[in-house]
């Protein structure tokens, strides 16, 4: 109990405290950020065996509350670039598409979030949920191999 009184004193202390020094209180808790580790298949309705990759939080999970940003690798990367040449006209780098996020996919990536023009898409250079929810991927039909299409469609 009175190491409760204790902690609750300090607490009151050092708030009162920032008040008289103006001082800004502590900033809320943010979530942190969490990488696209993989991607999920989406379904295309209006053509057998042709589904989207899609980043994600987990294999075929379906969440899409991660981001692939600068500095990241592997196939949430791969499948990024795939559809920012395919659906966006965009240049990735000399050798195309490879699995690296660097300055040149960043890059694109501005230039799709301006081309997908929507207030909640901020123009950043950085593929998060709202840009996700908004872009559109490239098809792949496996129903030959995984074969890519060229075709796009959001998801």
């Known amino acids: 109990m009175f190491a409760t009184l204790k902690r609750t004193g ?3 202390v050092l708030a009162a405290g920032a008040v008289l020094t103006g001082a800004a209180p502590a900033p809320a808790t943010v979530a942190a950020e969490v ?3 993989s ?4 379904r295309v309705p209006s053509v057998s065996g042709w589904y989207l990759h899609v980043p994600s939080l987990g294999a075929n999970s379906g969440n ?3 981001v692939v940003v600068r500095g990241h690798r592997g196939f949430p990367v791969l499948v990024l670039q795939e559809s920012l040449v395919a659906c966006y006209g965009q240049y990735v780098g000399p050798n195309g598409p490879d699995s690296d996020f660097g300055g040149n996919t960043e890059h694109a990536v501005r230039n799709a979030q301006a081309r997908i023009s929507q207030p909640s898409v901020s123009v950043d250079g950085r593929f998060g949920p709202k840009t996700s929810f908004y872009f559109s991927f490239q098809a792949y039909d496996h129903n030959n191999g995984g074969r890519h299409t ?6």
């Open 10 to 12: 300090l607490a009151l």
């Open 64 to 66: 899409y509350n991660c």
């Open 39 to 42: 991607y999920t298949h989406v």
């Open 150 to 155: 060229s075709v796009c469609y959001r998801r």
């Open 35 to 37: 990488a696209c580790d």
